[in-house]
T-cell receptor, first 114, second 112 residues
Framework: GAGVSQSPSNKVTEKGKDVELRCDPI?????LYWYRQRLGQGLEFLIY????????KSGLPSDRFSAERTGESVSTLTIQRTQQEDSAVYLCASSLGWNTGELFFGEGSRLTVL | QKEVEQNSGPLSVPEGAIASLNCTYS??????FFWYRQYSGKSPELIMSIYSNGDKEDGRFTAQLNKASQYVSLLIRDSQPSDSATYLC????????????FGKGTHLIIQP
């Protein structure tokens, strides 16, 4: 596909369970970002990958959150022992490089923790 | 301290009028500025980028940047109901997401 692809689009889980969210960036985009957006709120930066460089994890809210990316391909965001406050839309975006703020967003993964 | 301030609105504008959205930022090292549009239940999409002082026009949209006063604005001419959305401003210092900061957005409503 031509755009950023995220899965699942919706995930309902019970408190304490682990969840994994997937992002497939636009082909050729070396930079990949994860954001969190709670209902009615702005975008909260989580983590950023640029090529094979060490990721910028400065936005991860706790050690329950982790993300991986292999090369310039798919990324997974993992949330362990989910809490109700983790309920949000998790947005992935990619861009051509680290020095551009022109991001292309996926449709998001809506996470609901019961 | 990196901050961006936007009036959350809602900002109500009659159809056909000019909608004016404003954003101020505190990081004087910011170099690049962006306006994203987010429809309800959808993801943000880039509509304008501006890198130097002055105006940049693209169709019905004009972005204005004043680095000395640390503000960036977006004007939408001939507003249409389809322009109703939340508009997010964002700025970047120059390296990766660490410098890309989003405002909380202004909710714009175009009244038919």
């Amino acid at each position: 596909g031509a755009g950023v692809s995220q899965s699942p689009s919706n995930k309902v889980t019970e408190k304490g369970k682990d969840v994994e969210l997937r992002c497939d960036p636009i082909s050729g985009h070396t930079a990949l970002y994860w954001y969190r957006q709670r209902l009615g709120q702005g975008l909260e930066f989580l983590i950023y990958f640029q090529g094979n460089s060490a990721p910028d994890k400065s936005g991860l809210p706790s050690d329950r959150f982790s993300a991986e990316r292999t090369g310039e391909s798919v990324s997974t965001l993992t949330i362990q022992r989910t809490q109700q406050e983790d309920s949000a839309v998790y947005l992935c975006a990619s861009s051509l490089g680290w020095n551009t703020g022109e991001l292309f967003f996926g449709e998001g993964s809506r996470l609901t923790v019961l | 301290q990196k901050e961006v301030e936007q009036n959350s609105g809602p900002l109500s504008v009659p159809e056909g009028a000019i909608a004016s959205l404003n954003c101020t930022y505190s990081d004087r090292g910011s170099q690049s500025f962006f306006w994203y549009r987010q429809y309800s239940g959808k993801s943000p999409e880039l509509i304008m980028s501006i890198y130097s002082n002055g105006d940049k026009e693209d169709g019905r949209f004009t972005a204005q940047l004043n680095k000395a006063s640390q503000y960036v604005s977006l004007l939408i001419r001939d507003s249409q109901p389809s322009d109703s959305a939340t508009y997010l401003c964002a700025f970047q210092r120059g390296r990766g997401a660490d410098g890309l900061t989003f405002g909380k957005g202004t909710h714009l409503i175009i009244q038919p």
